[in-house]
């Protein structure tokens, strides 16, 4: 991991970044950002890799463009990540859209928009495909495979609203041959926090025989799903030995096919969630009859996977690196339970100490609110040993904004 036991980025101490931009804040480490792209990247050894950003995952833009300087792609599930991705920089062929339950008029403005369209609907494949005959299309396809760390974040499952289910696959060669589509590629996302890799390569038999149906097809997206720790002894997924295997076998059905296609992943949780922190101060340590709580200046609605998804956090207390430890429940200030952590050994924390919870850079600061009428705080990213305001802190005028004044 990243960060040094003083509690330093890239030379940058995090207590340091917290005196200048204040509390709550999320700090994001770009050299873990590389790192884990990096080894992705080199995880894989097949004719083309593309690693498209998963950018719900974490969509600042200064991200992305770190992101596109690196030389990845974007998975987009809204029109406004297209526009934040064109904003980046990125161009359209290098942005691909997979909505789910959207309407067709969000699909024709992203296929005015340019980019690549990610299809996981007979009947919007059918509607978009009779407007648009000559698109490049992807097929979301649903392999009915169960996987992911939890029911909420599995979505290739037989009760899944995503994709087109494998056995559905006459009806869309059907639909393909009559309107004279052009598929060029196919995909599958099974869900987040995969375990066990044998899944990825399971499903990748489904979707190497899904692509033989069609004769325009230049890339197969796996999605994502891929494991990081969030404990020190938590597995991850071992990227170099799936790698090993998995481009063994894309290698295999690429000479079978008698060409070089394209192996494209989606990756958001892999490349950022190691790379951010969130730094929150103490505000008061209470003791009851059964527990020591201490309360800190946020709460779920800054980061909600503890109580959204049961997730465990690592915390630590940089601000007394030599004290004590005793155990804690690092609580927030919301009105109803609003728990980081359970029974987690800390550093004797005192009021003013500041506590940095782990793994904050997936689906934290994304997944953020304004409950309570909290301010959402700010976030920083250390880069080439410089800390950088990326995301000014919220003031109280942004709650007022979109509410016009009516007289009543
Ligand atoms: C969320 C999502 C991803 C990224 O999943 P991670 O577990 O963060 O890697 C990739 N593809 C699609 C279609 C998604 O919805």
Known sequence: MQLDQHYHLQGVALYDICDQFGTPLFIYDSATIIRQYERMQSAFSVPHLQINYACKALSNVSILRLMKKLGAGLDTVSIQEIKLGLHAGFTPEEIIYTPNSVSLNEIEEAIQLGVRINIDNIEMLESVGHRHPDLPYCIRINPHIMAGGNANISVGHIDSKFGISIHQMPLVERIV???????????????????????????????????????????????????????????????????RQMSERFNAFCKEMGRDLTLMFEPGKYLVSEAGYFLMRTNVVKQTTSTIFAGVDSGFNHLIRPMFYNAYHDIVNISNPSGHPRIYTVVGYICETDTFGFNRKLNEVRPGDILALRNAGAYCQTMASNYNSRLRPAEVLVHEGQAHLIREREVFEDLLRHQPEVAL
């Open 177 to 243: 041959a009559t309107l004279g589509l052009n598929v060029e590629g196919v995909h599958m996302h099974t869900g987040s926090d995969i375990l066990d890799t044998q899944v990825f390569l399971q499903a990748a038999d489904i979707l190497f025989n899904t692509a033989k149906k069609f004769d325009s097809i230049q890339y197969l997206d796996f999605g994502s799903g891929f494991k990081v720790k969030y404990k020190p002894d938590d597995i991850e997924t071992d990227i170099e030995e799936f790698g």
